[in-house]
């Protein structure tokens, strides 16, 4: 596949291990990953290159993902880049949070697997989703 032509999806996650874990079965379905420790890392990241959808975690070193948000939001290059939400908070204030803030889906980590998550970023990316 043309390298140019892979999705690139960024994600920002300070759990080494979901983190490794996101990378392998995202690259293994044919994206690009790109990671992204803090919030501060995550906004690093978007100047090198625009991602076609960020997996976002809440609670971050150095810069949380509300403020990450609200900054790809308020940025006319970024703010219609899909963003997912993936957290451990499952509060109902922060998931209106941060879908006012223009998050499109908000996933708490419990509730969903890794085969989950990929299904929800293909969605997200308008491509089909295998039901099997």
Known sequence: ????LKKKILIVEDDRSLQNALVEIISREGFEAVSAFDGEEAMEKLKEG???LILLDIILPKKDG??????????????NIPVLILTNLEE????????DL???????????????????????LGQDVDKS
């Open 102 to 124: 223009g998050a499109t889906t908000f996933m708490v980590k419990s509730d969903f697997s890794l085969k989950d998550i990929l299904e929800k970023i293909k969605v997200a």
């Open 66 to 79: 509300y403020e990450v948000l609200e900054e790809i939001k308020k940025d006319e290059k970024t703010k």
């Open 50 to 52: 625009k991602p076609d």
């Open 1 to 4: 596949m043309d390298k140019s």
């Open 92 to 99: 109902i204030d922060n998931v209106q949070k941060a879908l």
